[in-house]
C-alpha cells in the first residue's frame, strides 16, 4: 500500500499575519539549537522511509559538499510532497532556510514544526515582497542557505521539468552566492520495491553554479537559469539511457 501525502485541504486554517515586522529569520541561539536538534531527528527518523519503503538512492553527495562556506541557493524539481526531506539530507549539515507556501504556516500544530523546521513564508500579498526579499538576501549574506522549488507549485511524481520562475536565479545573482542544482527522477521498481505502486526515486546533486559577474543582472539571471535547466536536463537525459 501506497504512501499518500497527506489531505490538507479540509483542515481549518489558522491565518498568518505576515506585515513589516514578521520576523522572517529566527537569529536566537535557542532558536538555532532546537532547530538543528529537530532537523537531525527527523533526517534520522525518515532514513527509513527514504532508503527503504521510497528505495530512495543519493547520488552526487560530493557535488554538494563542494559548496564552499558561506550562503547558497538550493533548487530542486518540486515532484514529491518530502522533497525537502530529500534535500535536507543531501545538503546536511548545513543550516537551510526552505521557502514554502503562506497557507504551509497556516496548518494548526504543523506550522510550527515547519517554522521550526526552517520554512519562510512567501507573502500572497505583493506589497509584503520586498520584506521577504529583503530576508533572504539577509539569510544569505550570514552564510545560510536557502532552498526555493523553481517551479513553484507541487506536481506530484512528475517525470518532466516544468518551467522555471526566477526568484531563485535572482537572489543568486544579487547575493554572488553560487546555485546548487538537485534533482528528483523516478524508475521503475525491482525486487521487493515492486511491491509498492510508486516509482522509487533517485536524488542528485549537481555542480554549483555560479553567477557571471561580467553581465548585468538581468543577463546573469537569465544565464543561471538557464544554465541550472540544461544541467538538470542533461541529468535526466543520462539517467534515461
Given at each position: 500500500m501506497?504512501?499518500?501525502?497527506?489531505d490538507?485541504?479540509?483542515?481549518?486554517?489558522?491565518?498568518?499575519?505576515?506585515?513589516?515586522?514578521?520576523?522572517?529569520?529566527?537569529?536566537?541561539?535557542?532558536w538555532r539549537f532546537f532547530s538543528r536538534l529537530l532537523c537531525g531527528l527527523v533526517l534520522l527518523i525518515l532514513w527509513p522511509?527514504?532508503?527503504i519503503w521510497f528505495g530512495t538512492r543519493f547520488m552526487g553527495r560530493e557535488n554538494a559538499r563542494a559548496l564552499p562556506k558561506g550562503g547558497a541557493v538550493v533548487i530542486c524539481n518540486h515532484a514529491h510532497w518530502l522533497d525537502?526531506?530529500?534535500?535536507?539530507?543531501?545538503?546536511y549539515p548545513r543550516r537551510a532556510?526552505?521557502?514554502?507556501?503562506?497557507?504551509?504556516?497556516?496548518?494548526?500544530?504543523?506550522?510550527?514544526?515547519?517554522?521550526?523546521?526552517?520554512?519562510?513564508?512567501?507573502?500572497?500579498?505583493?506589497?509584503m515582497y520586498p520584506v521577504f526579499k529583503q530576508s533572504?538576501?539577509?539569510?544569505?549574506?550570514?552564510?545560510?542557505?536557502?532552498v526555493i522549488?523553481?517551479?513553484?507549485?507541487?506536481?506530484?511524481?512528475?517525470?518532466?521539468?516544468?518551467?522555471?520562475?526566477?526568484a531563485a536565479f535572482s537572489f543568486s545573482a544579487d547575493q554572488n552566492v553560487p546555485i546548487l542544482p538537485i534533482y528528483i527522477s523516478f524508475r521503475k521498481p525491482k525486487g521487493l520495491f515492486r511491491l509498492k505502486k510508486r516509482p522509487c526515486m533517485d536524488v542528485r546533486a549537481l555542480s554549483p553554479i555560479w553567477p557571471d559577474g561580467r553581465l548585468s543582472r538581468k543577463d546573469r539571471i537569465q544565464k543561471l537559469k538557464e544554465t541550472a535547466l540544461e544541467e538538470m536536463e542533461n541529468a535526466a537525459g543520462l539517467l534515461k539511457v
Amino acid at each position: 500500500m501506497a504512501i499518500k501525502a497527506p489531505d490538507f485541504d479540509s483542515w481549518r486554517r489558522i491565518p498568518l499575519r505576515l506585515d513589516k515586522h514578521f520576523s522572517y529569520l529566527r537569529r536566537g541561539i535557542l532558536w538555532r539549537f532546537f532547530s538543528r536538534l529537530l532537523c537531525g531527528l527527523v533526517l534520522l527518523i525518515l532514513w527509513p522511509v527514504h532508503r527503504i519503503w521510497f528505495g530512495t538512492r543519493f547520488m552526487g553527495r560530493e557535488n554538494a559538499r563542494a559548496l564552499p562556506k558561506g550562503g547558497a541557493v538550493v533548487i530542486c524539481n518540486h515532484a514529491h510532497w518530502l522533497d525537502c526531506t530529500l534535500v535536507g539530507r543531501m545538503i546536511y549539515p548545513r543550516r537551510a532556510y526552505y521557502v514554502t507556501l503562506q497557507s504551509n504556516l497556516e496548518l494548526p500544530v504543523i506550522r510550527r514544526l515547519v517554522r521550526l523546521l526552517g520554512g519562510i513564508p512567501i507573502p500572497r500579498k505583493p506589497r509584503m515582497y520586498p520584506v521577504f526579499k529583503q530576508s533572504v538576501h539577509q539569510a544569505l549574506a550570514d552564510g545560510d542557505t536557502i532552498v526555493i522549488y523553481p517551479e513553484g507549485a507541487l506536481e506530484p511524481y512528475c517525470r518532466q521539468l516544468r518551467d522555471f520562475q526566477n526568484a531563485a536565479f535572482s537572489f543568486s545573482a544579487d547575493q554572488n552566492v553560487p546555485i546548487l542544482p538537485i534533482y528528483i527522477s523516478f524508475r521503475k521498481p525491482k525486487g521487493l520495491f515492486r511491491l509498492k505502486k510508486r516509482p522509487c526515486m533517485d536524488v542528485r546533486a549537481l555542480s554549483p553554479i555560479w553567477p557571471d559577474g561580467r553581465l548585468s543582472r538581468k543577463d546573469r539571471i537569465q544565464k543561471l537559469k538557464e544554465t541550472a535547466l540544461e544541467e538538470m536536463e542533461n541529468a535526466a537525459g543520462l539517467l534515461k539511457v
